[in-house]
Structure formats: C-alpha cells, structure tokens
C-alpha cells in the first residue's frame, strides 16, 4: 500500500538544551549576529517577561525554510523541507546535516557549551500512498493491522502509535507513527472572510507519518558521553532512516 519510493522528510527539528538564562532577551542582537549563517534577517523578541514559563519562545527568527527560537532553556531550528524540487533522501539528509552543524557552532557562540545539556534530532518521514485509491480508514487499517494487535470495533476512523527506547550507549529514541494529509483550499472570492468545507479541501498527498526523535537525555548523568554529541544524534537518526525505518514501518 504504501509507496516506499516516495519515502520524502518534510521536518526537521533539532533542539539544544541549556542551563537556564533568564536574560536571554537581552541577548537578542548578539544571538541575530550570531545566526546570520543560517537566517539572514531580523530577529524578533517577544518581550515575555522573564518570569514567565521558561520554555516560551524569547527571542525568533524566520527566513525561507528556516525558524529559528530561543527560550531560557532551549535553542530550536526547525526545518520545513521542499520536496518539490525531486531531490534525493540522501541529498536532503546531507543538507539537513550541514545545517544541523551549522546551528550547533552558532549557538556556541551564544550559549557556552559547558552550559548546554540535551540535544535531540526530530525526523518527520512521509510514506506516500495513492489518494486516488486509498481512503483514511485504509490508512488507519494498517497502522492498526501493524502495530497493534486489537480486536477491532467497527472501520478505525483513526490510529497511532507511539514507542521509546534507551540505547545500550545511553540515548533515547521515540518513534511515532500516524496518518499525514497535506491538502489546499480554493479561494472563491477576495473576501478577507471566507467560510471553508473542510470536506471539500484539495487532497494534495496523504500516507502514513513516522516521526523519528532521538536525544541525548539520559547522558546528562553520565561521564563518558560522546565527545561529540550532535554528531552521534545526526548518524544515529540517518541510521535508522536509511536502514531500518522502511522495514519497521512494514516493507
């Protein structure tokens, strides 16, 4: 049912953690001359005050493809992948990577890296199916027929699945899987109100979602963690979805 050879990632999110910085507001100019490797723009600083949760977004940065957010306690980029311009995994796994390393020397400009702690890699995969022919509770059947093993109770309006691991070297990997649907609506008019069928949007691409998150949480007790980090998250995460993800998700 599904098409393995329209496997596309259409996110990427990386994340690193930090010792809490209450000011990290005020670090704004710093952390947009810092990224302008990867965001050639202006930053935004959302004046929370400091008080407040410190996991709500201080400071933002968006260009192209690319958003960019720094809390008290953590720095994000998130990568929205086009896989409109028919390039191979392989190619988008090599740009997720530079990318990915690229963050990771910027932001040691900004947060020292005795400060940092955790740092995790979120892979969003997309295994196409035939919108013409399979129908959502096609797709909720398999993900159900896969993974769980249910009497079912009527046709599955909806499935997902949802497992974690620790690795014998200490990382965590969760894998995700669920239903995807890309789809677009018609304007009619120019009217800035418009009412939308949501049974009537365009179908654009439809299949089954394996999110792939693997960080580096439980090395934060440990001494002898990679000297590298990223780097073991970014070849950890490519290993499993260039070697073993068409075989979990069922080929």
């Not at 393995?4 to 990386?14: E, H, R």
């Not at 079912?152 to 669920?178: E, M, R």
């Not at 960080?215 to 990679?226: G, T």
Request: no cysteine.
């Amino acid at each position: 049912m599904l098409n393995f050879s329209k496997k596309s990632i259409s996110q990427a999110v990386f994340v690193i953690g930090f010792e809490r910085d209450v000011s990290i507001r005020t670090k704004q100019f710093e952390i947009e001359k810092a990224m302008m490797p990867l965001v050639s723009g202006p930053s935004v600083n959302t004046n929370i005050p400091d008080e407040f949760e410190a996991q709500m977004p201080r400071v933002t940065m968006n260009y192209g493809d690319v958003a960019i957010h720094f809390s008290q306690v953590t720095a994000q980029m998130t990568i929205n992948v086009d896989n409109n311009n028919a390039k191979s995994i392989e190619v988008i796994v090599e740009s997720i990577a530079k990318r990915v390393n690229l963050f990771q020397s910027v932001v040691d400009k900004v947060i020292h890296n005795d400060m940092q702690r955790e740092r995790g890699l979120v892979l969003t995969v997309n295994y196409s199916v035939d919108k013409e022919k399979i129908t959502d509770a096609d797709v909720s059947e398999y993900i159900q027929s896969h993974f769980m093993k249910v009497q079912p109770l009527g046709i599955p309006a909806s499935a997902g699945f949802n497992v974690g691991y620790k690795t014998d070297d200490n990382f965590f990997i969760t894998l995700s899987v669920g239903q995807y649907k890309f789809v677009r609506s018609e304007l009619l008019s120019a009217s800035p109100v418009q009412w939308i069928d949501i049974s009537k949007l365009i179908i654009i691409d439809t299949g089954v979602e394996l999110k792939i998150d693997i960080n580096s949480r439980p090395l934060l007790d440990i001494v002898n963690k990679p000297k590298d980090v990223t780097k073991a998250i970014l070849d950890k995460s490519y290993d499993f979805l260039l070697k073993q993800a068409d075989g979990f998700i069922g080929k």
